[in-house]
């Protein structure tokens, strides 16, 4: 009786798993790459407005309100690329490095730039000197910017210490490019109507002055507030829920005024926080010395 023997397919030689790369790990770099695009667009604008101020056309508020849509933008991205990464399992070192030199662009290169161009416009008998204070200024913002961000990457391999995990150490990027611009939003919030406010703010030796504030609160050690470990009281979750419902509906009628509000605020916390982390401090090393005598 013969054999017969079966031949199945010939299976073609496929390449290793570890040779391929789902395409979900794509999307936050993709998200970063757009926060990115988005900080280039700001300069873009920023510097156009500029020219056409010395060329004689002065800037509308709208115009340079679109060099700050473009960073709000860069905002909302830098928010949700890691988020992104998280839930789709696609964390990756390539990534971090990626969001960071992203955020030096967006919160660091992007916002001097804007008070720079936005400073000086309008002004084209400035003296050369004042416009090299400026300069400066911005220069030491955004390097203030990059050297907060080299040391928030090295903190990622240290202990984290248990009273600070509701505390950042020094102003985040994001928050100290919301604070430099929140004197610029309110002026344009206020174009056409309170000229003294846009006179103070759009004034050159102002805004190096913010610039150089700003940039020693991000290269400090100061604590600021993080709102990411922040529980609410059930008896304040009413109260709460009312204060954001308002922030909401005045983010819909007046939505750069609010946030320029908000970010005068966010200023004033500051010495606030710090008296409250020096409670939190106080309070968590008495308690650990109670333990170490019992």
Request: proline share 5%; net charge positive.
């Amino acid at each position: 009786m013969s054999k017969f023997r079966l031949r199945g397919r010939r299976r073609k030689n496929r390449a290793p798993s570890r040779d391929r790369v789902p395409l979900r790990t794509i999307a936050p770099n993709l998200i970063t790459s757009i926060a990115a695009c988005a900080g280039m667009t700001s300069i873009t604008i920023s510097a156009t407005n500029y020219a056409k101020t010395l060329a004689g056309v002065p800037a509308t508020s709208r115009e340079w309100f679109m060099a700050l849509f473009a960073l709000l933008v860069a905002c909302v991205c830098d928010a949700m690329d890691g988020r992104v990464a998280r839930l789709l399992n696609a964390s990756s070192k390539l990534g971090a490095e990626l969001d960071s030199l992203a955020d030096f662009v967006n919160f660091g290169v992007a916002p001097a730039m804007f008070m720079y161009f936005w400073c000086l416009s309008g002004r084209p008998d400035m003296p050369q000197n004042v416009k090299n204070l400026l300069l400066g200024a911005a220069l030491f913002y955004a390097l203030c910017d990059a050297f907060r961000l080299a040391r928030f990457n090295t903190m990622l391999e240290q202990p984290a210490i248990p009273y600070w995990k509701n505390f950042f150490l020094g102003v985040p990027a994001p928050g100290g490019c919301w604070m430099v611009l929140t004197p610029a939003i309110l002026a344009l919030s206020f174009d056409g109507g309170s000229r003294s406010v846009a006179s103070v703010a759009q004034n050159p030796w102002f805004g190096a002055g913010m610039l150089l504030f700003i940039g020693v609160l991000m290269a400090s050690r100061l604590p600021t507030i993080s709102l990411k470990s922040v529980h609410i009281s059930r008896s304040y979750l009413l109260p709460t829920m009312a204060g954001l419902l308002l922030l909401i509906a005045f983010l819909v009628t007046n939505f750069w005024l609010t946030l320029g509000v908000v970010g005068a605020g966010y200023i004033a916390t500051v010495p606030f926080v710090g008296m409250v982390f020096l409670k939190v401090r106080a309070r968590y090393l008495a308690e650990q010395g109670d333990e170490a005598v019992a």
